[in-house]
């Protein structure tokens, strides 16, 4: 089993590559370059990841962006964990930068103040942002994503061609851990996946003599909902609609109050109350995350591919391949979105100068042609990647792949382009896009999981709905209030400090206070207009 595995990863391996040969995307042209005579400068506000510099000025792509193009950019760097906040208080107080980058402007702000004049429509300009348009063209629910009831599209969302891409965070484990604990395959069921974690707790892997394994680690706890949803028949809408699903009856459902979700915490709390999920599951960071596997600790961790682990413990790395059987026998991999989420990551503001705004536009439309996203995605040529001319393919080098101080190959690669932390205004296709998401593994774990979407089970994934500025502007107070809401509850459950069946139903009756029967009924709705 274990040969016919590996096997299939190759051959999934080489069949990708071989459609390389013919790579989809616009190209760049070149005689519009420089796009100005004389240097600008402009604003802009970015997010930015722990594994990438602050500093964008340092950053490879930012420097040769600034040379093909001529206009230089004053950066204004954001921590990813305080981009909400930040951009919250940029909108209230009305103090934009020219550009909002990789900030995710989600739909109801898009909404709300691009109705206020704070946002740029971009469709003004899309007859000079030839290479955004063909991605709007080719994907049309990536355009129905980011266009608002107004038809208005107020900036340029990240557009995920390849369905490895789609996927989201999924399991990765340790061959010569699931040996110990007497696995040939990684397990498929709930039950089963309870006995694994359960035997390799005392599993000393690192050989340091040390109590301080962790079975299962994570860098956000949401990466519970994502991997465990389907096997509570939960999110059978995908995850570009994360609040709500729908029942059998066609109505909306908001699934975090199902009783599909009672039974999920009812799991977690059991795996967190016998020392199975890392303790600091709530305040862990990808960096931290890549601390623990690669010093041996974590033995099985979510994440979109198997980054975390490098050096001694890579060439161990065994994908799941399908969702874990649920106690009613429900096997659905939930965690599929759509090609486009409605979030914008580059926006032109009412403060960008108005004889420099068509120039943006045309600036921001080089991410979404193969020469961008080449560079984008990928680097300098021969020194972060390599070309085959003859085959038409591209790949990342040893220096990335395999850093002599055992840095993650993001960690690397962000000092020549800034893509990780996704949120990126351009294009990722399986052939151009050379994050995790498409490496050998991650697509046998892909190809393995796409059987199992809700498209694939008679079910269906959902494009994210659009709404009218008002409705949006209600809807982004609800959810805002869900999100804290739900954050406090699941912290509660899975520790216990909270008990699933003797406080469900203050749990349930708080959501209903904070406004679920109105969010439902905007909901059904859309469903009903929609007809779905």
Known sequence: MRKLALLLAALLALSCFAAFAEIEGPRIDNSLYPLVDEKITITMTHAYTDVMPADWSTVWFWQQLEELTNIHIEFTPVPSSDRATRLNLMFGANELPDILFKMSVSSTQQSQYGAEGMLLDLTQYLDVMPNFKYWLDAYPTARAAVTQSNGAIYGCPYILTGYAIRMGSRMFYNREVLDYAGFENPPTTLDEFYDYLSKIKDFDYNKNGIDDTIPWGFSDWNQLDYTLAGSFGLMNRGSSCYWFDQNEDGTGRFWHTAEGYKELMRYCNKLYSEGLLDPDLFTDTFAQLITKCQTGRTLTYCFVNNSPVSGAYEAQSVPMTEPLTGYNGEKMWSAYSMPASQSANFCITSKCPEEYREIMARWAD???????????????????????????????????????????????????????GGMNPSCATNELFKGGETWPISLESAAGLI???????????????????????RISVLTADFDTYLDEWVGNFITGKKDVDNDWDEYVNGFDALGVPEYLGYIDAKIDEKGL
């Open 366 to 420: 080089y991410f979404y042609s193969v020469e961008g996203m080449v560079a984008y995605f990928m680097g300098e040529e021969n020194v972060t990647y390599t070309y085959d001319a003859e085959t038409d393919t591209y790949a990342l080098t040893d220096m990335v792949l395999k850093d002599p101080n055992g840095r993650n190959f993001e960690q690397v690669q962000s000092q020549w382009c800034t893509w990780a």
């Open 451 to 473: 059987n199992y979407t809700p498209d694939a089970v008679g079910g269906a994934v959902w494009a994210p709905f659009v709404f009218d500025p008002d409705t949006a502007s």
